[in-house]
């Protein structure tokens, strides 16, 4: 859960740092000065109680502080109300806290155990038909391994360790899929590049193919 300690009450945000030591804080400032969003420790001295520092001087005035035991909570709650927010955070150098940048994750490119059972019907998740071993092979025995939107060619640029890699998408919208759909290998997916892979799923529902084409400066 993600909290916002920005009405000067330093003391409740010195409390939650107390009860949460392992948390994260991002400190930040204000209004248009939100231009430095650094990450710390909770408990990091930089962000502590100082006694030189006048009351609402963490919470109020300049600052704002915003906290989570979970540190990918806080960057998703900065993308979503911070323009300033560059992606990432400024790591401070003291406490360095242990902090990864989110990765993009597909939705349809999440582990295998996004197979769950509802009642006693089975539900198989878009991703588990990406991830089919079998439907993959299909499809890229009838595709091959070059991205379909911009071309690009693991084996091709890399040799021998790219030989085979491709990702592969499911074109099928997952809740117009009935109970009986079983996946058409050539009709239904398609081989696509991590990076074009991504950019079809910038969107829910996704892009699809054409759209994706067209934005790309190719001549197809
Ligand atoms: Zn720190
Ligand atoms: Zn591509
Ligand atoms: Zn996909």
């Given at each position: 859960m993600?909290?916002?300690?920005?009405?000067?009450?330093?003391?409740?945000?010195?409390?939650?740092?107390?009860?949460?030591?392992n948390?994260?804080v991002?400190?930040m400032g204000?209004?248009?000065g939100?231009?430095?969003f650094?990450?710390?420790?909770?408990?990091?001295?930089?962000?502590?109680?100082?006694?030189q520092?006048?009351?609402?001087?963490?919470?109020?005035?300049?600052l704002?502080?915003?906290?989570?035991?979970n540190?990918?909570?806080?960057?998703?709650?900065?993308?979503?109300?911070?323009?300033?927010?560059?992606?990432?955070?400024?790591?401070?150098?003291?406490?360095?806290?242990?902090?990864?940048p989110?990765e993009i994750?597909?939705?349809?490119?999440?582990?295998?155990?996004?197979?769950?059972?509802?009642?006693?019907?089975?539900?198989?998740?878009?991703?588990?038909?990406?991830?089919?071993?079998?439907a993959?092979?299909k499809?890229?025995?009838?595709?091959?391994?070059?991205?379909?939107?911009?071309g690009?060619?693991f084996?091709e640029?890399?040799?021998e360790?790219?030989?085979?890699?491709?990702?592969?998408?499911?074109?099928?919208?997952?809740?117009?899929i009935?109970?009986?759909?079983k996946?058409?290998?050539?009709?239904?997916?398609?081989p696509?590049?991590p990076?074009c892979?991504?950019?079809?799923?910038?969107?829910?529902?996704?892009?699809?193919?054409?759209?994706?084409?067209?934005?790309?400066?190719?001549?197809?």
């Amino acid at each position: 859960m993600v909290e916002v300690f920005k009405e000067g009450n330093d003391q409740a945000y010195f409390e939650w740092m107390k009860k949460n030591p392992n948390g994260f804080v991002l400190n930040m400032g204000r209004g248009e000065g939100n231009s430095f969003f650094m990450i710390h420790r909770s408990g990091c001295s930089h962000i502590s109680p100082y006694f030189q520092y006048d009351d609402k001087a963490y919470t109020g005035k300049y600052l704002i502080k915003i906290v989570s035991n979970n540190v990918a909570e806080i960057e998703k709650h900065c993308a979503e109300n911070y323009k300033k927010f560059p992606g990432t955070f400024r790591v401070c150098k003291s406490c360095r806290p242990e902090y990864m940048p989110q990765e993009i994750t597909y939705p349809d490119e999440l582990e295998e155990d996004e197979t769950f059972i509802e009642g006693a019907k089975k539900t198989v998740t878009v991703n588990a038909y990406e991830r089919d071993p079998k439907a993959r092979a299909k499809c890229i025995a009838h595709y091959g391994c070059r991205c379909m939107c911009c071309g690009f060619d693991f084996e091709e640029k890399y040799g021998e360790i790219g030989k085979g890699f491709i990702h592969v998408h499911h074109l099928v919208e997952i809740h117009t899929i009935g109970q009986s759909y079983k996946v058409d290998p050539k009709k239904d997916l398609i081989p696509l590049c991590p990076n074009c892979h991504a950019m079809i799923h910038k969107k829910s529902p996704p892009y699809t193919l054409e759209e994706l084409k067209d934005k790309i400066n190719l001549v197809h």
